[in-house]
């Protein structure tokens, strides 16, 4: 993405958040009574393939700690000008608290500086 983006060009990255994907292949742990106790996250620093599957779609979710992409954004010479792990606006309430214990989700927003010699 650095190597084909104009000086001053700017991209975003939305992505399952590094705690959700951790254990993805797990999901919740759940109580005797069908409750949601908790999301465990294990070998986080383990980078990893898992396959997911929703409403009859298969799809393939890469697990990457969030310092892979920090070490490789940030090297290739790209500022992170915004990040945020946004949480639900609306909805139903017990949904919105579900998404609400585990951050789901991340948005990154990159620029190329002008001229990468000089760090703002």
């Not at 990159?110 to 990468?116: A, D």
Request: with cysteine; hydrophobic share 40%.
């Amino acid at each position: 993405m650095a190597r084909v983006l104009k000086p001053g060009g700017r991209f975003l990255i939305a992505n399952l958040n590094s705690f959700k994907s951790a254990c993805g292949d797990e999901g919740w742990v759940m109580g005797a009574n069908g409750e949601r106790l908790h999301y465990p996250v294990d070998n986080y620093l383990s980078e990893r393939r898992m396959w997911s599957e929703y409403r009859g779609i298969r799809v393939a979710n890469y697990h990457r700690p969030l310092s892979t992409y920090m070490r490789l954004l940030l090297g290739a010479g790209l500022q992170l000008v915004h990040f945020d792990e946004p949480a639900p606006i609306e909805g139903a309430p017990n949904r919105a608290e579900y998404f609400v214990r585990v951050p789901w989700y991340l948005v990154m927003e990159w620029v190329k500086p002008f001229n990468p010699d000089v760090v703002p």
